[in-house]
């Protein structure tokens, strides 16, 4: 639909269940039936902050999504792009560009936990809630869209700081791991004005991380 131009941003589309879903680095994306697998589109529009603060957005959209069904829930952003719940991973955003627009695609374990091996994992039925996939995307579409509008009017700095407010603190322990399996390991420090994570070593050098998977602790 991007490709051919008739996607009107605020437009989702939302599968049943899917046969070639992928993750970050093009890892492989379990999707039973019952779980959130969507998309939507966002234009790209003179004046609008970079496209890939779109992660950003999305990750506080799903983030207050999860909270209006989970809110007693333990919750946690993470850079870059990871909602946790119960220290565990429950959602996968996934960013492209295709021509003037950004598709968002996003995934919620909403019934079904997948085993995903080397990672905690869980879903808003574990956690307690009853709301389904449909229910989830009706508010998710609702909420995805006011932050829509607080990135292009109150800019990436503002999206930034709410985001780093339910993320994990400064001074935080972390390991970060490239494409390659190196890690480095350091103080969290914040992120730059662009979104990069920073990580302060342990002899005192800031280094700004702008791909890869982190763990905590």
């Known amino acids: 639909m991007a490709e051919q131009g008739s996607a009107a941003e605020g437009f989702w589309l939302r599968a049943e ?3 070639g879903g ?7 994306w379990e999707s039973p039936v019952g779980n959130l697998y969507c998309s939507t589109f966002v234009d790209i529009r003179a004046g609008d902050p970079a496209p890939s603060s779109l992660s950003f957005v999305a990750g506080l959209a799903v983030y207050e999504t ?15 792009n990871d909602v946790l719940v119960s220290q565990a991973k429950i959602c996968g955003i996934l960013l492209e560009r295709v021509k003037n627009q950004v598709v968002v695609g996003i995934g919620v374990n909403v019934a079904v936990t997948p085993e995903v091996e080397g990672r905690l994992v869980t879903s808003l039925a574990a956690e307690g809630a009853t709301i389904d996939a449909a229910g989830f995307l009706s508010r998710l579409s609702d909420t995805f869209a006011s932050f829509i509008n607080v990135w292009r009017d109150q800019g990436f700095p503002h999206i930034l700081a709410e985001w ?24 969290f420090a914040g992120l730059s004005v662009d979104g990069a994570l920073c990580l302060r070593k342990a002899d005192g050098t800031l280094i700004e991380i702008r791909a890869g998977d982190i763990s905590i602790g």
Do not use: F, N, Y
């Open 22 to 28: 992928v993750g970050r680095l093009g890892r492989k």
């Open 17 to 19: 269940k899917q046969i």
């Open 164 to 187: 780093q407010k339910l993320a994990h603190p400064v001074g935080s322990t972390i390991t970060t791991s490239d494409e390659h399996g190196d890690k480095t390991t350091g103080q």
């Open 66 to 80: 999860i909270r209006s069904v989970l809110p007693g829930a333990e919750m946690m952003l993470k850079w870059p």
